[in-house]
T-cell receptor, first 113, second 113 residues
Framework: QQQVKQSPQSLIVQKGGISIINCAYE??????FPWYQQFPGKGPALLIA?????SEKKEGRFTISFNKSAKQFSLHIMDSQPGDSATYFC????????????FGKGTRLHILP | KAGVTQTPRYLIKTRGQQVTLSCSPI?????VSWYQQTPGQGLQFLFE???????NKGNFPGRFSGRQFSNSRSEMNVSTLELGDSALYLC????????????FGPGTRLLVL
């Protein structure tokens, strides 16, 4: 019940295309869903986050879509650029600060120039 | 504002030894979390400290321990090292906890021989 399942494990997209990464969770108590981006040799950095009171959140070329009934959320990267090549992690945690955050296993994204 | 710093950046140890890793959070941040990152398991939560108290703990053996000092700096200790402990150890800081933006350090890469 504590898992966050992320797919695909790796993804190759042409420049200008749409990159889509999916995550599924089981625990309905989760209410904070961030996405982190990690470049080689660096620590992860928050990209965008969503809470279940909205179904979609957009920041520039990055959009999170959230489906509460299906317990799924996804990251869409529009007009993908070579600079977006990185590893992406989804995560989930509960509103209670006394609980831990669970990360997906990551998606290695490569954008072809 | 200076980012999260971790020392050392690289470390080589042999089985059975112990190791201490250090993390200095962003000034004003009271929450420090530690993660283990491996290619197979992704990012796994180790523990979180807030105001010198361990608030959350992941599913790791007791060989993994940590502490936080009054200035919010944190240390992580691993005793009786095993080959499987080879990983990138990341720390992240935030104002209040994992329910908000966490700022990750560059990590300490530990190799156990």
């Amino acid at each position: 019940q504590q898992q966050v399942k992320q797919s695909p494990q790796s993804l190759i997209v042409q420049k200008g295309g749409i990159s889509i990464i999916n995550c599924a969770y089981e625990n309905t108590a989760f209410d904070y869903f961030p996405w982190y981006q990690q470049f080689p040799g660096k620590g992860p950095a928050l990209l965008i986050a969503i809470r279940p009171d909205v179904s979609e959140k957009k920041e520039g070329r990055f959009t999170i879509s959230f489906n509460k009934s299906a317990k799924q959320f996804s990251l869409h990267i529009m007009d993908s650029q070579p600079g977006d090549s990185a590893t992406y992690f989804c995560a989930a945690s509960k509103g209670n600060r006394d609980d831990k955050i669970i990360f997906g296993k990551g998606t290695r994204l490569h954008i072809l120039p | 504002k200076a980012g999260v710093t971790q020392t050392p950046r690289y470390l080589i140890k042999t089985r059975g030894q112990q190791v201490t890793l250090s993390c200095s959070p962003i000034s004003g941040h009271r929450s420090v979390s530690w993660y283990q990152q491996t290619p197979g398991q992704g990012l796994q939560f180790l523990f979180e400290y807030f105001s010198e108290t361990q608030r959350n703990k992941g599913n790791f053996p007791g060989r993994f321990s940590g502490r936080q000092f009054s200035n919010s700096r944190s240390e992580m200790n691993v005793s009786t090292l095993e080959l499987g402990d080879s990983a990138l150890y990341l720390c992240a800081s935030s104002l209040q906890g994992t329910q908000e933006t966490q700022y990750f350090g560059p990590g300490t890469r530990l190799l156990v021989l």
